[in-house]
């Protein structure tokens, strides 16, 4: 199905582990972006990708490592998970960054106990 | 960087209420505004946005928004709201990314 997606939808993990929320999207939108949602914080950009091999830090970076060696995926990696890193994580894609707007996937609902 | 605020945090009204909901953000160039909502377990959406021109913009299901540029503001209103708008709603500023409010929940009681 074209669109943008992520897996997995839901992740229990303990601290201390590593893990990766996986973010593909079919529209060959050169932009893509990482945020995580928390309550009272709206959602918070962690990175960002402008195309392939190309990356930068958000709001947010710190605890958070991204690649993106196609143009379809962006894959987000907690290194070492902290219990603060619970939280809901969306992806993004638009065609340039600025005036376009975002597209967003379902979101993944992490928790690290 | 950018700063935005949404003056609610949560609005509860009745169907066919009117609804308006405040938006400011702190950058006094050129911007780019966005009103997203989320329903409940669904991933955002764009309901409208403001790039240039007139400053009263229409989007989808009935809501609009109004950019009020020596205000600073970005208001969201819909004349009279219905059960299934009961969502959050987040007001998004642009320079090269996106900078969200931390969201306004509404809900909307039959």
């Known amino acids: 199905d074209a669109g943008i997606t992520q897996s997995p939808r839901y992740k229990i993990t303990e601290t201390g582990r590593q893990v990766t929320l996986m973010c593909h999207q079919t529209w060959s939108h050169s932009y893509m972006f990482w945020y995580r949602q928390d309550l009272g914080h709206g959602l918070r950009l962690i990175y960002y990708s402008a195309a392939a091999d190309i990356t930068d830090k958000g709001e947010v970076p710190d605890g958070y490592v991204v690649s993106r060696s196609k143009t379809e995926n962006f894959p987000l990696t907690l290194e070492s998970a902290t219990r603060s890193q619970t939280s809901v994580y969306f992806c993004?894609?638009?065609?340039?960054?600025?005036?376009?707007?975002?597209?967003f996937g379902p979101g993944t609902r992490l928790t690290v106990t | 960087a950018q700063s935005v605020s949404q003056h609610n945090h949560h609005v509860i009204l009745s169907e066919a209420a009117s609804l308006e909901l405040g938006c400011n953000y702190s950058y006094g160039g050129t911007v780019n505004l966005f009103w997203y909502v989320q329903y409940p377990g669904q991933h955002l959406q764009l309901l409208l946005k403001?790039?240039?021109?007139?400053?009263l913009v229409k989007g989808i299901k009935g809501f609009e928004a109004e950019f009020i540029k020596s205000k600073f503001s970005f208001n969201l209103r819909k004349p009279s709201v219905q059960w299934s708008d009961t969502a959050e709603y987040f007001c998004a500023v642009v320079d090269y990314k996106l900078s969200f409010g931390a969201g306004t929940t509404v809900t909307v009681r039959a």
């Open positions: 403001y790039f240039s021109g007139d400053p």
């Open positions: 993004a894609s638009s065609v340039l960054s600025g005036t376009y707007e975002q597209y």
